[in-house]
């Protein structure tokens, strides 16, 4: 029984290259959670996805930022010229339906930009 | 902004110690959540509190949601090595939860 999936575990990019992380949620979950956390900050949410919809994405950046939960295949959280303040920790957790307060969260992707 | 507060921010004792977290707001949420994070992990739910006043216990674990649910304890009794870690709380709203910035707790030996 799978819980949620993330990948890469951790990734280092330059500054201005492009950020790709991974969810894959629980199966049979439909709703995905991405989450950063810096030290000192907490955990502060991003976007809210449904299958093929963004439901909420008052927490994402305006630019650089983008995310998208495709049919098939995982979540994808993409960074756009990335810059040294996006190291973060950057989490996925997943959910069975609308409403349902039990997230389970990922191992998370640590991004590291020299 | 929903802002929780946690404290303390970070607290050590020895094994066998009882120990209270507090979570605080100014805003009401329609739950409250308990989770425990371990370094290079991430977190695990542990409870989730929806009526005002309500307490629930997991072992050695009380958790209590404040009758107005805008505030939330955790405590643990005789706590042991294994308790060691991060304590978030998160209040519920609509879509959306809002994270503490957490207890980071070390138990002794």
């Known amino acids: 029984n799978a819980g949620v999936m993330q990948n890469p575990r951790h990734l280092v990019r330059r500054r201005g290259q492009e950020a790709r992380l991974r969810c894959s949620p629980m199966k049979g979950h439909s709703h995905v959670y991405w989450y950063r956390q810096l030290p000192e900050e907490g955990l502060k949410f991003m976007v809210y996805?449904?299958?093929?919809?963004?439901?909420?994405e008052s927490g994402m950046p305006k630019e650089r930022f983008s995310a998208e939960f495709p049919k098939e295949g995982p979540s994808i959280l993409r960074i756009q010229q990335v810059v040294r303040g996006d190291s973060a920790a950057y989490f996925c957790a997943s959910s069975a339906f609308t409403g349902d307060y039990e997230q389970y969260f990922g191992p998370g992707t640590r991004l590291t930009v020299t | 902004t929903q802002l929780l507060e946690q404290s303390p921010q970070f607290l050590s004792i020895q094994e066998g110690e009882n120990l209270t977290v507090y979570c605080n707001s100014s805003?009401?949420?329609?739950?409250l959540q308990w989770y425990r994070q371990e370094p290079g992990e991430g977190p695990v739910l542990l409870v989730t509190v929806v009526t005002g006043g309500e307490v629930k216990k997991l072992k050695r674990l009380t958790f209590q949601f404040g009758d107005a649910r805008k505030d939330s304890s955790l405590h643990i009794t005789a706590a042991q090595p294994g308790d060691t870690g991060l304590y978030l709380c998160a209040g519920v709203t609509g879509n959306q939860f809002y994270f503490g910035t957490g207890t980071s707790l070390t138990v002794i030996p």
């Open positions: 996805l449904q299958k093929e919809n963004i439901i909420d």
């Open positions: 805003s009401v949420f329609s739950s």
